[in-house]
């Protein structure tokens, strides 16, 4: 029983995923992440969560929201993120590109690759609990939250 079309496409998408994270090893990255986040689908899913983003010593609290296409269920997913290219903070807040292909029954993992229009890459691994099924790709934008002001107790 051969692959179909759509069957090669993913599988491709998913192994240039997986190698992206080893030639990301070769250089050091320029800041850490990770984030908590839950999503669900119908065909369109919908996904929200929330992080701390660690760069130049400081941490950096952030919301992610986005959508995904071709998927169905929904998960509690923890990630953890290696972040390259990040010169300045404000670059690492933006609307990121990403193609995925999971399956996640009970609990699974993976790793995701993310890029947005500052070139900032974020290799993701993630574990995943849940019921989910993905075959596309999706879009999630990252909002740095507002700093606290130093006079407010």
Known sequence: MGLTRMGWMVLLAMLAISSGGAWAQDGRSDARMRFSSTSFGLLVGYSQGQGVLEFQGEQYPFTISGFKLATVGIARVDALGQVYRLREVD???????????????????????????HGVTIYLQNVQKGLDLTLGGGSFSITLAEAADPATP
Request: hydrophobic letters at 40%; glycine letters at 26%; zero cysteines.
């Open 91 to 117: 670059d690492f807040a933006g609307r990121y590109v990403a193609v995925d292909g999971a399956l996640t029954l009970i609990q699974g993992g993976g790793g995701t690759m993310l890029r947005n229009g």
